[in-house]
Protein backbone atom coordinates (compact mmCIF):
# COMPACT_ATOMS: atom_id res chain seq x y z
CA UNK A 1 0.00 0.00 0.00
CA UNK A 2 1.35 3.84 -1.28
CA UNK A 3 -1.24 5.61 0.87
CA UNK A 4 0.31 7.91 4.04
CA UNK A 5 -2.01 9.48 5.72
CA UNK A 6 -5.05 11.61 4.97
CA UNK A 7 -4.46 15.99 4.79
CA UNK A 8 -7.34 18.64 5.24
CA UNK A 9 -7.33 20.35 1.67
CA UNK A 10 -7.38 23.23 3.66
CA UNK A 11 -5.40 23.72 6.67
CA UNK A 12 -3.06 20.91 5.89
CA UNK A 13 -3.85 19.04 9.40
CA UNK A 14 -2.89 15.40 8.64
CA UNK A 15 -4.94 12.35 10.03
CA UNK A 16 -3.73 8.56 10.03
CA UNK A 17 -5.72 6.43 7.70
CA UNK A 18 -7.62 4.36 10.12
CA UNK A 19 -9.31 7.53 11.30
CA UNK A 20 -13.44 7.53 11.20
CA UNK A 21 -13.13 11.22 10.29
CA UNK A 22 -14.67 12.40 6.91
CA UNK A 23 -13.84 16.22 7.43
CA UNK A 24 -11.38 17.80 9.16
CA UNK A 25 -12.02 18.48 13.05
CA UNK A 26 -10.06 21.39 13.26
CA UNK A 27 -11.26 23.20 10.37
CA UNK A 28 -14.24 21.31 9.04
CA UNK A 29 -11.82 20.97 5.72
CA UNK A 30 -12.48 17.79 2.85
CA UNK A 31 -9.79 15.46 3.15
CA UNK A 32 -8.01 13.75 0.40
CA UNK A 33 -5.50 10.74 1.02
CA UNK A 34 -2.00 11.33 0.74
CA UNK A 35 0.11 8.92 -1.29
CA UNK A 36 4.01 8.04 -1.63
CA UNK A 37 4.49 8.81 -5.56
CA UNK A 38 7.83 8.20 -5.48
CA UNK A 39 7.43 4.44 -4.21
CA UNK A 40 4.53 4.13 -6.01
CA UNK A 41 5.97 4.89 -9.24
CA UNK A 42 9.01 2.19 -8.52
CA UNK A 43 7.14 -0.49 -7.11
CA UNK A 44 3.81 -0.55 -9.13
CA UNK A 45 3.99 -0.57 -12.82
CA UNK A 46 1.59 -1.60 -15.60
CA UNK A 47 3.25 -4.49 -15.48
CA UNK A 48 2.20 -5.64 -11.69
CA UNK A 49 -1.77 -5.73 -13.06
CA UNK A 50 -1.17 -8.50 -15.66
CA UNK A 51 0.05 -10.35 -12.04
CA UNK A 52 -3.01 -8.98 -9.85
CA UNK A 53 -5.23 -12.06 -8.50
CA UNK A 54 -7.93 -9.26 -8.89
CA UNK A 55 -10.26 -8.19 -11.67
CA UNK A 56 -12.20 -4.82 -12.29
CA UNK A 57 -11.05 -1.76 -10.51
CA UNK A 58 -9.46 -3.81 -7.66
CA UNK A 59 -6.77 -4.71 -9.95
CA UNK A 60 -5.47 -1.42 -8.57
CA UNK A 61 -5.67 -2.48 -4.93
CA UNK A 62 -1.49 -2.10 -4.19
CA UNK A 63 -2.21 1.90 -5.02
CA UNK A 64 -5.96 2.10 -3.24
CA UNK A 65 -5.79 2.77 0.62
CA UNK A 66 -7.56 -0.42 1.55
CA UNK A 67 -6.22 -3.16 3.15
CA UNK A 68 -6.63 -6.43 0.53
CA UNK A 69 -8.45 -8.67 3.03
CA UNK A 70 -11.40 -6.14 3.69
CA UNK A 71 -12.12 -5.34 -0.02
CA UNK A 72 -15.56 -5.70 -0.99
CA UNK A 73 -16.70 -5.95 -4.46
CA UNK A 74 -19.72 -6.25 -6.90
CA UNK A 75 -17.16 -6.91 -9.62
CA UNK A 76 -17.56 -2.92 -10.27
CA UNK A 77 -15.10 -1.56 -13.03
CA UNK A 78 -13.69 -1.99 -16.41
CA UNK A 79 -17.22 -1.54 -18.21
CA UNK A 80 -17.13 -1.06 -21.93
CA UNK A 81 -16.27 1.56 -24.15
CA UNK A 82 -18.06 1.66 -27.31
CA UNK A 83 -17.31 3.88 -30.12
CA UNK A 84 -20.76 6.19 -31.41
CA UNK A 85 -19.75 5.65 -35.09
CA UNK A 86 -23.09 7.56 -36.02
CA UNK A 87 -22.53 10.84 -34.54
CA UNK A 88 -20.74 13.38 -36.74
CA UNK A 89 -17.41 14.60 -35.01
CA UNK A 90 -13.54 15.84 -36.06
CA UNK A 91 -12.49 12.96 -33.44
CA UNK A 92 -13.81 9.56 -32.67
CA UNK A 93 -16.40 10.08 -29.74
CA UNK A 94 -16.57 6.85 -26.78
CA UNK A 95 -19.15 5.97 -24.40
CA UNK A 96 -18.41 5.17 -21.53
CA UNK A 97 -21.42 2.17 -20.69
CA UNK A 98 -21.62 2.63 -16.98
CA UNK A 99 -25.44 1.35 -16.42
CA UNK A 100 -23.64 -2.24 -17.09
CA UNK A 101 -22.13 -1.67 -13.34
CA UNK A 102 -23.38 -3.61 -10.51
CA UNK A 103 -25.95 -0.63 -9.27
CA UNK A 104 -26.20 0.92 -12.61
CA UNK A 105 -24.16 3.30 -11.52
CA UNK A 106 -20.56 4.87 -12.18
CA UNK A 107 -20.63 5.86 -8.47
CA UNK A 108 -20.42 1.69 -7.47
CA UNK A 109 -16.41 2.61 -7.97
CA UNK A 110 -16.66 5.11 -5.18
CA UNK A 111 -18.94 3.08 -3.00
CA UNK A 112 -16.42 -0.11 -3.26
CA UNK A 113 -13.59 1.12 -1.65
CA UNK A 114 -15.30 3.83 0.90
CA UNK A 115 -17.37 0.37 2.12
CA UNK A 116 -13.97 -1.41 2.01
CA UNK A 117 -12.52 0.85 4.40
CA UNK A 118 -15.47 1.20 6.71
CA UNK A 119 -14.94 -3.24 6.92
CA UNK A 120 -11.74 -2.46 8.06
CA UNK A 121 -12.01 0.20 10.42
CA UNK A 122 -14.75 -2.01 11.69
CA UNK A 123 -17.43 0.16 12.00
CA UNK A 124 -21.10 -0.47 13.31
CA UNK A 125 -23.23 1.28 10.42
CA UNK A 126 -22.69 3.46 7.64
CA UNK A 127 -24.90 5.93 6.42
CA UNK A 128 -25.78 8.87 3.72
CA UNK A 129 -27.67 11.38 2.44
CA UNK A 130 -28.53 10.83 -1.00
CA UNK A 131 -31.66 11.66 -3.43
CA UNK A 132 -30.45 8.44 -5.35
CA UNK A 133 -27.88 6.71 -7.50
CA UNK A 134 -25.43 6.93 -4.82
CA UNK A 135 -27.67 5.58 -1.80
CA UNK A 136 -28.35 2.12 -4.20
CA UNK A 137 -25.02 1.93 -4.63
CA UNK A 138 -23.52 2.56 -0.92
CA UNK A 139 -26.72 0.36 0.41
CA UNK A 140 -25.68 -2.63 -2.35
CA UNK A 141 -21.95 -2.80 -0.75
CA UNK A 142 -22.99 -2.26 2.63
CA UNK A 143 -24.76 -5.47 2.41
CA UNK A 144 -22.24 -6.72 0.74
CA UNK A 145 -20.13 -6.55 3.73
CA UNK A 146 -22.30 -7.28 6.16
CA UNK A 147 -23.05 -3.72 7.60
CA UNK A 148 -26.25 -2.23 8.58
CA UNK A 149 -26.75 1.18 6.37
CA UNK A 150 -28.81 3.95 6.60
CA UNK A 151 -30.10 6.17 4.26
CA UNK A 152 -31.20 9.87 4.29
CA UNK A 153 -33.83 10.94 1.86
CA UNK A 154 -35.73 13.75 0.90
CA UNK A 155 -39.48 12.95 0.74
CA UNK A 156 -39.64 13.78 -2.74
CA UNK A 157 -37.08 11.05 -4.03
CA UNK A 158 -38.25 8.89 -6.95
CA UNK A 159 -39.78 5.78 -5.77
CA UNK A 160 -37.80 3.50 -8.11
CA UNK A 161 -34.84 4.89 -6.63
CA UNK A 162 -36.06 4.25 -2.58
CA UNK A 163 -36.77 0.45 -4.01
CA UNK A 164 -33.47 -0.48 -4.90
CA UNK A 165 -32.51 0.90 -1.37
CA UNK A 166 -35.28 -1.23 0.15
CA UNK A 167 -34.15 -4.24 -2.11
CA UNK A 168 -30.61 -4.30 -0.61
CA UNK A 169 -31.55 -3.64 3.14
CA UNK A 170 -30.82 -0.21 3.60
CA UNK A 171 -33.04 1.12 6.30
CA UNK A 172 -34.84 3.95 4.37
CA UNK A 173 -35.56 7.27 7.08
CA UNK A 174 -37.40 10.12 4.80
CA UNK A 175 -36.80 14.02 5.58
CA UNK A 176 -39.24 16.93 4.62
CA UNK A 177 -37.67 19.17 3.20
CA UNK A 178 -33.94 19.51 0.68
CA UNK A 179 -30.72 17.43 0.64
CA UNK A 180 -29.36 20.05 2.93
CA UNK A 181 -32.21 18.79 5.81
CA UNK A 182 -31.28 15.33 5.48
CA UNK A 183 -27.06 15.96 5.38
CA UNK A 184 -28.41 18.35 9.24
CA UNK A 185 -30.64 15.55 10.50
CA UNK A 186 -27.83 12.64 9.43
CA UNK A 187 -25.21 14.31 11.47
CA UNK A 188 -27.41 14.05 14.45
CA UNK A 189 -28.24 10.57 14.30
CA UNK A 190 -26.49 8.87 17.66
CA UNK A 191 -25.47 5.79 16.45
CA UNK A 192 -22.34 3.99 17.88
CA UNK A 193 -19.03 4.35 15.19
CA UNK A 194 -21.02 5.23 12.03
CA UNK A 195 -19.25 6.23 9.01
CA UNK A 196 -21.12 9.11 7.60
CA UNK A 197 -19.76 8.20 4.35
CA UNK A 198 -20.87 11.02 1.81
CA UNK A 199 -20.93 13.73 4.51
CA UNK A 200 -19.73 16.88 3.19
CA UNK A 201 -17.04 14.23 0.79
CA UNK A 202 -15.71 11.62 1.70
CA UNK A 203 -11.61 11.33 0.78
CA UNK A 204 -11.92 7.85 -0.55
CA UNK A 205 -14.43 7.80 -2.86
CA UNK A 206 -12.39 10.07 -5.11
Given at each position: MFALDH????????????????????????????????????????????????????????????????IVTLGEGFTPLVTCERLESPTPLLAKLDYVAPTSSFKDRGSTVAVSKAKELGVGAVAIDSTGNAAASVSAYAARAGIPCYVFIPSYTEREKVVQVLATGGTVIEVKGTRQDCHNVEGGVPEVRMVLLWLYGQPLRH
Open positions: KCVNCGERYPLKTESVVCTRCEGLLEVEYDYVAMREGFTKADLTKSRHRGLWRYAEALPVEEKS
